[in-house]
């Protein structure tokens, strides 16, 4: 069974950075499409990055509210994907999910489900 666990999440003044992991299993890393999303108390759940994962080459698009600010990180050995998050503003409070599929599909919808348990993201002035 495909599992996704996110981790990193927590409290975090505005202007500072926050690492969060996701850490995967039960399928093959090495073909795959892997995405970061995230979700607002009081918005729509939203893509943050996505990430064609072929072998050896690893390729990331990300969302253009993020652009210039995050990151993604891959470790193919460990099978997990991190996103760095720099220069926080408090918008960014939210809770963060990662979630993939088989590659030629590419990354799930934001809309589609099931969820995992995400991580909190919380910052602060």
């Known amino acids: 069974e495909e599992q996704f666990v996110e981790s990193g999440g927590g409290l975090v003044q505005a202007g500072g950075s926050l690492r969060l992991s996701c850490s995967t299993s039960g399928f093959s890393f090495d073909n795959y499409a892997i995405g970061w999303y995230r979700q607002a108390p009081d918005k729509e759940r939203e893509r943050v990055s996505c990430t064609l994962i072929r072998g050896r080459e690893n390729r990331t698009s990300y969302e253009y509210f993020v652009q210039g600010r995050f990151s993604i990180t891959s470790d193919n050995a460990k099978s997990t994907v991190d996103l760095q998050m720099t220069n926080l503003e408090i918008e960014d409070t939210a809770v963060y999910y990662c979630?993939?599929?088989?590659?030629?599909?590419?990354?799930?919808?934001?809309?589609?489900?099931?969820w995992g348990q995400g991580t909190q993201v919380t910052v602060f002035s």
């Open positions: 979630k993939g599929r088989s590659w030629f599909l590419g990354c799930p919808r934001a809309d589609s489900a099931p």
